[in-house]
């Protein structure tokens, strides 16, 4: 399994990664689950039925000045960053309650999977996982309870925050509008010019006679000349030779003046007037312009999946598979008898093949490998959520993008960009309903 069957492809790369951050959060987060008031410890807030304490508020204060460290980023003065980690766990909280008292669940085996995932990600067995809990002083039922609260709000995210977001069809059209522009404005172009120079500092008489050049040079153009022919014969410039062709670049690597100049212009056409820079007088024809088009690149790609357990850790799969990869490449056995034989994955009968597959419609991690390797190339293996993978290119095309996909990824877009306002609008209801009881240090 690579993609979600249980959501809509156009969202699956969002919700994959939605199911990531739960993964990779937890196992950072819960090395520091909310625990029992100790010794030394006090209770800093109480949140509906549920507690805060000074303790969970420096080990999160801790790995939020760890993380910005690590990321080279400059983190707020310590006061507000304490605020800020001590109102997200009061939200935390919040959330958490809201779920609970909601009815909504998460069954044991979603934490089962849940744990094999968080196992696989850092390439341990699910026995070695509790050792390394263990030896954090971590208990296995307490990381599971954390969990559970994990999974439970990034359900609540999504179903609350989701609903909340109202996307009518004039906004889809607007977005499509926008993406129209944007894709035009940084569509790369082709241009050939004819240049006569003319220092800025120049007497006004030799502006005058390099003016007249180049508007000669012009007038020979819009009569019907050659515009390569009068570009050999007249230009100053270094792409002389090549009628002067400057070749295709995006806007951001030619003079505004060139890109406001050819903007309005269709393929073939020359500017009407002269184009005046620092460097002189210029005559300019569009010669191409790569407009985008709504086209998407599919890969049909095959692989081979091996899932971590008990017997068999990360590094002992990546070492079958690298075997595999070598008699493979060595033509003493064929992917698809491999697969056959030996995959986890539900596409074995088939050979490992996973048909045609649009961009965001496998989880990140296969995707970014499958994109890297050439047609029929052999990836080495590759760790995902699911387990370790073995991946072979078989054919890739370029497709029309569907008009309601196209919408769809609009609208999915949109929703992004809005989900953050939504969410702070949301927590920021829940809130107010619920009872948050701020504490005082003990005396």
Known sequence: MVFDKTRPRTRTLMLAAMAATVASSAFA??????????????????VNQELVTAGEVERRLERAQAEAARAGARAPDEAELRKQVFD????????????????????????????????????????????RLAAEGLDFVRFRANLRDQIMMERMREREVYQRIRINEDDVDKAL???????????????????????EGADPATLERRRALAAGALARVLGGEDFAKVARELSEDA?????????????SRLPDAFVAAVRGLKVGEITPQLVRSGAGFHV???????????????????HILLRPSVQANASLIERRLSEYRARIEAGTLSFEDAARQFSEDGSAPQGGDLGWMSPGMLVPEFEQAMNALPLNGLSQPVTSRFGVHLIQVLERREVPIDPKQLREQARGLL?????????????????????????????
């Open 29 to 46: 987060q819960l090395r520091n689950p909310p625990a029992p008031v100790r010794n030394g410890d006090w209770i800093a807030a109480v």
């Open 239 to 251: 792409n002389r030779a090549n009628g002067g062709e400057i070749g295709l670049r995006p806007p």
């Open 284 to 302: 300019l024809k569009l010669l191409e312009r790569n407009e985008a088009s709504d086209k998407v690149t599919q890969t049909r790609s095959r």
């Open 177 to 199: 509008a926008e993406r129209r522009l944007q894709q035009q404005a940084e569509a790369p172009v082709n241009v050939a010019q004819i240049l006569v120079t003319a220092p």
């Open 88 to 131: 997200s766990l009061i939200d935390e909280r919040v959330i958490v309650t809201a779920a609970r008292d909601s009815g909504m669940k998460v069954d044991e085996p979603d934490i089962d999977r849940a744990v094999q995932t968080i196992a696989a990600q850092n390439q341990l067995t699910l026995e070695v996982l509790r050792q």
């Open 415 to 443: 929703r992004e960009q809005r989900f953050e306002q939504a969410y702070l609008d949301w927590t920021k209801e829940l809130r107010s309903r619920a009872y948050v009881e701020l504490r005082e240090p003990p005396l």
